[in-house]
């Protein structure tokens, strides 16, 4: 239900003027401690000049590397890396577009493809999916883990139940919440989110038990860095999962993967393969989700020679 849940929001939450993923990890000093269920990225100021460079996502320490669109630098003096990290991080620079690579005199040396832009990221809106509010489970504590981080600018709880004063009471206030019907996409907005303060330091709660809660501050560079690798992420990852390999399966118009056989929309990780007693193997529906993704959102599916497409728009995911 939740999985089916997710990607309908996902699909009615698309705009031109935004990029949506899934499932991204959001702990800073654990970072395997939170997972976002949905972020939307709204663009800034920089966007198109970070959508120009590439459709995948850059490898951080390429970005905190010191090498820029200049003369190219020698791989030591441009990674405080062990030798083999650095190799790494280059060859998936050099494959995605934000690297080239050279040498020089007998050494291996690298320049950027293009100057990285500080202000691509407008504002990260974290979606915490519960259909039913009846089973909240560690819903509280999810919720304020990332009020008290403020890594993202606003937090959101989106459900299919009906919320009453008693849920609202039971989440932090500056908490928005939806109320979405994953059928027709309909979305009540039944709380309007705070805004949080990214810029700010946070608080991570790392163990919360009966008489004590472990946390660890995180400096606001911290947290910057953070939301890039968010953003950069969400930029690169989308959040269409891949058709099940079934003569039953095929992708709906937004990209959806959908069983024929039980008239569903299906987790191809879970509901299908041999586990499945109606699974006969077949080749994957066609499924063109880089134009699906193209078409619907603010990513940039080809951006070589692209000329920037829009003006970055802040339009609040309607």
């Known amino acids: 239900m939740e999985y089916r849940f997710e990607l309908a929001l996902c699909a009615a939450l698309e705009s031109p003027d935004s990029v949506v993923a899934r499932q991204l990890g959001a702990g800073v000093t654990n970072p395997g401690g939170r997972i976002v269920d949905v972020c939307v990225l709204t663009p800034g100021p920089g966007f198109d000049r970070r959508a120009s460079i590439t459709a995948d996502r850059i490898p951080d320490p390429a970005i905190e590397a010191a090498v820029g669109p200049g003369e190219a630098v020698p791989v030591s003096a441009a990674f405080d890396l062990p030798a083999d990290r650095a190799a790494a991080v280059i060859d998936r620079a050099v494959g995605v577009g934000y690297l080239e690579r050279d040498r020089r005199d007998g050494r291996a ?8 832009p500080d202000d691509w990221i407008g504002s990260l809106t974290a979606i915490e999916n519960k259909p039913d509010l ?5 819903l509280a504590a999810q919720l304020r883990y990332d009020v008290a981080l403020g890594l993202f600018d606003e937090v959101v709880l989106a459900t299919g139940s009906y919320v009453t004063r008693a849920h609202l009471n039971r989440i932090p206030e500056t908490v928005g919440v939806w109320r979405f019907d994953p059928e027709s996409g309909d979305r009540e907005v039944v709380r309007e989110p705070t805004r949080l303060d990214p810029g700010a330091s946070g608080v991570e ?8 809660t472990d946390v ?16 950069e992420r969400a930029y690169g990852k989308g959040w269409r999962p891949d058709p099940p390999r079934c003569v039953y399966a095929r992708a709906t118009d937004d990209g959806r993967p959908h069983c024929d056989r039980f008239d569903q929309i299906v987790d191809p990780g879970r509901d299908c393969g041999t586990t499945c007693a109606a699974f006969e193997p077949a080749d994957p529906p066609a499924l063109d989700r880089d134009r699906l993704r193209d078409a619907r959102t603010a990513w940039v599916a080809d951006p070589d020679g692209a000329e920037p497409r829009r003006q970055a728009s802040l339009s609040r995911f309607r």
């Open 216 to 231: 660890a501050l995180v400096d606001p560079a911290e947290k910057a860095r953070k939301r890039r690798r968010i953003a």
């Open 134 to 138: 009846s089973t909240p489970g560690d």
């Open 205 to 212: 709660i790392r163990d919360e038990r009966a008489l004590r």
């Open 109 to 116: 040396v690298v320049r950027a493809t293009a100057r990285y």
